[in-house]
């Protein structure tokens, strides 16, 4: 059973920045695609960034430019690069980790961007 555990969040001022990570154990991390998620309150989870196996990358069109989503495979750990943050990336961020779907999950890391 994997494990993911994110970091990284906290309170930043619009226009700053924050990167966040996602650490994982208990299983081959190389081999799955990782992604991040985020849900602001009264609002669905919604999509981010992801990361496969060998780099490829895709995102959200909200965060195009601003974030970058990259791997460390010797360190098990995912990160997202959060730059010109805005008041509405304000929400839980979480790393999903899975084959094609994604079926383990961390608990959440917050981020509140304050205008």
């Known amino acids: 059973q994997v494990q993911l555990v994110e970091s990284g969040g906290g309170l930043v001022q619009a226009g700053g920045s924050l990167s966040l990570s996602c650490a994982a154990s208990?299983?081959?991390?190389?081999?799955?695609?990782v992604g991040w998620y985020r849900q602001a309150p009264g609002k669905e989870r919604e999509f981010v960034a992801v990361i496969s196996w060998n780099g490829y990358t895709n995102y959200a069109d909200s965060v195009k430019g601003r974030f970058t989503i990259s791997r460390d495979n010797a360190k098990n750990t995912v990160y997202l690069q959060m730059n010109s943050l805005k008041p509405e990336d304000t929400a839980v961020y979480y790393c999903?980790?899975?084959?094609?779907?994604?079926?383990?999950w961390g608990q959440g890391t917050q981020v509140t961007v304050s205008s």
């Open positions: 208990g299983r081959t991390f190389s081999s799955y695609r």
């Open positions: 999903g980790l899975g084959t094609y779907a994604f079926d383990s």
